[in-house]
């Protein structure tokens, strides 16, 4: 059960966000593809990259922690180590859902330091694959949690920067 | 000089194999320096000791030469032809040999941990003017007499002599020690077993100057050696506690205290039978020296493990003990049905036995962790030995139970703590010479520095007889620092614990060994993550106590689990004094603090509850108490109730939040799923704290 550390670092990421922000200005050499995963909050599509995305296990009771953030809600048990749990919704602002639905996910992500953290998710979808030039940038807030829009059929799907969603804002 | 690498070499495998092999000899030599540095006294080298080293600067300068770390192989060269020098006479075995030895070993630990390899100009011009200082004194001091009274000892045997061995033989005679050849033939098959049998018990009375093949008329499956020994016992008394036939005894010289007949021989048993052994199968004849596949052997011995690897075992234990939980539910539930009580009392016995062999398992897996506090001991004992010639000032540190054990991975998060606070006690604590007079204590400050486990739990005491902590003065300071009111009644214990606050220090000298004062509050910090505790006595002008309490392991415990509200919590039953059921109009305030009276003392409490956010139980409802003490500090934490008691590895929370303050951590627990474990610690110092503000 090795994690590597350093493989995964921000990088993705700063070069997803100028490659969905410089696109139309200028050519874009690269044509690397991307695969992203597809979760959902409600009926709204957001992705991050497979790559982060260390299992998807089913919801399952999870143990609630004192003294955190809200958006944790708390520690499960995978394997033998222990998880936090950061609720996306509540994450992002969002009501708390209000059934523990049957379709909901725990999408474990490694962490930037070999840690890992579960996120919990309405449902999951499928993994989608696009090349860099199809991205768009955010229409959010600058400094939020998606990076990119990428296009899915008729629709865009919100792509996270999968550091700032784990960065609650406490002490590292 | 070799050739300097230019590069950083990269921390690889081969490398941190190297490295830890280097640190393990290093280890072994700091430890030999210092037994050699106490057996000095009478001016004379025990050459036991001074082989040992030289053996060990031998290794390091060959593994160090096979992975081209060329600094260090020289050094550990350097080393070779010092040690050389003192076990054979050339060099005195006085303290300047021995404080360059201490300072190479270190300067090769300072290499090792910058990752170099290799050694600053600077540094190298240094040891190197050093060594030359060594050889200079060396060639300007008088070789030993040669006195050629070396009369009695066979020509044929001098001859097959080294320079040491020859070296050993004549200090041997100086020392007035009779001079023995004890012969014995072997199996040529076995005699490696029959010669190390026959060595270690000669050992056990002399000192075995030289293994020599003898010849003689053996026949032709056998193989004949005599040992040359140097022992205080005469010839006769030699044969007859050498407990081997066949063995025979012969005198060369006689002591000076006991004089026997030169030539007179003795047998060695009483029943010279024939050392006749089968060779067991399997085992071939060796051409090789016996020193050598001793060495071969002994290395074989000891198994280096990745701590890592231990906490993998120890998961995969943890996670054993939680199914064997769950096979005992299962046996419970067959029992209690009659159409499956037979198959559940077959499953229930089985259960038993695994539980037994678990135990067993877990003991040994935990035992493998321990290692005991020498190592970290003898560190500091370096440390003072150093600061003590730095600085010429005469401290003697004093250590004991160094054999008590604790685990790895706490030996080594203790060592920088204990450091300052050994640091601390030698250059605040201990007076100039001059005070120490005029306050009619010795020239000669001590330190004591003392292990010994208490239970689960292992304490460490830091004693110093310097001028002791003045209470007024940290008062002074920590109002000066804001941290208390200028009329603050508090209890001189109260008083002396500020010291552990951030910023608060007693003297305010700066010195380069133990900094500003700041850091007793890292201490703290740093003993409290391993869910001890540390306090402070000191009595002024007659010294000070630095206490450490600390957990053997933090691996595997023995939980505790209660419930609060609607939640489940572990807590470690190390900390557990004792539970006890309590009617709410037991419960007093003052000044809206919640205590209990427990045999007529006052016990303070925390509502779990109000710790954690968690909902009140209904008012009027009773409550359970735990009572958990760590040091001297108790603390009764309230809960709804009490659960039962679990085995509980304690892991860390993986996660955005790195810490959360009174949670040490989290455990499986079989059928209750993922269960929070308190820390403690924490809760009882902030409880501490609480009353501290207040």
Known sequence: MSIEIGALGPGPFEELARSAALHGQEPIESTSERELLVLWLDDDPYALPVERVREIVRWRPITPVPRVPAAVRGVLSLRGEIVQV????????????????????????????????????????????????????PTGRDAGTVVALAPQGDRFVSVFDVDRVLDLGVGA | MAARRTQKPARNRATREFVSEVEEILERMRADLSDLADARAGGRLDPELANRLFRSAHSLKGIAGMFGFEGVSDLAHHMEDILDGLRMGRLPPGAPALALLDEVVEVVAGMLESGEGELAAGALAQVQALIERIVASL???APPAADDDLDGIDASILRALTEYEEHRLRESLRAGRAIHLVEASFEILSFEEGLSELTGSVRALGEVLSTLPAPGDSPDSQIRFSLLVATECDAAELGSRIDLPNAMVRAMRASRATPTQPGSAAPAASAPTELLRD??????????????????????????????????????????????????????????????????????????SLERRLTDLQAGVLEVRMVPLRQVFEKLSRVVRRLRRDLGKDVRLDIRGGDTELDKLIVE??????????????????????????????????????????????????????RGIDPEAVRQRAHTLGLIEQDAVLSRKEVLDL???????????????????????VVRENVTALGGIVHVDSQPGRGTTVVFTLPITLAIIRALTVGVADQRFAIPLTTVLETMLVDPVAIQRSEGREFLTLRGEPLPLRRLHAEFGLPSPPAGARVAVVVVGLGDLRLGL?????????????????????????????????????????DVASLVEDAAKRREAA
């Not at chain 1, 999951?124 to 199809?134: F, G, N």
């Not at chain 2, 996670?319 to 299962?330: D, K, P, T, Y």
């Not at chain 2, 809960?639 to 892991?651: F, L, M, N, W």
């Open chain 1, 86 to 137: 950061i609720d996306l919704r509540l994450r992002l602002g969002l009501a708390p859902s209000l059934a523990e639905g049957r379709r909901r996910r725990i999408v474990v992500l490694h962490g930037d330091d070999g840690q890992m953290t579960g996120l919990l998710v309405d449902r999951v979808s499928e993994v989608l694959r696009l090349r860099d030039e199809e991205l768009r940038a």
């Open chain 2, 139 to 141: 060639a300007s001091e």
């Open chain 2, 279 to 352: 060779a067991s199968p399997g085992e071939s004849p060796r051409a090789d020296g016996g020193s050598e596949i001793e060495s071969l052997k002994s290395i074989s011995e000891t198994v280096r493990v990745d701590i890592r690897k231990l906490d993998e075992l120890m998961n995969l234990v943890g996670e054993l003990v939680i199914q064997r939980g769950a096979i005992g539910s299962l046996a419970d539930r067959l029992l209690a049905d009659p159409a499956t009580a037979r198959a559940g009392l077959e499953l229930s016995k089985l259960h038993k």
């Open chain 2, 413 to 466: 998060q203790l060592a920088d703590p204990l450091m300052h606070v050994v640091r601390n006690a030698f250059d605040h604590a201990i007076e100039p010479a001059a005070d120490r007079a005029s306050a009619g204590k010795p020239a000669e400050g001590s330190i004591r520095l003392e292990a010994l486990q208490r239970g689960n739990h292992v304490v460490i005491e830091v004693a110093d007889d310097g």
């Open chain 2, 499 to 521: 010291i552990f606050a951030p910023g608060l220090s007693t003297t305010t000298e700066v010195t380069e060994t133990s900094g500003r004062g700041v850091g007793m509050d």
């Open chain 2, 638 to 678: 309230v809960v709804d109730h009490r659960e039962g008691q679990q085995d509980a590895v304690i892991k860390p929370i993986q996660g955005p939040v790195r810490s959360v303050r009174g949670i040490a951590g989290a455990t499986e627990l079989g059928d209750l799923g993922t269960v929070l474990v308190l």
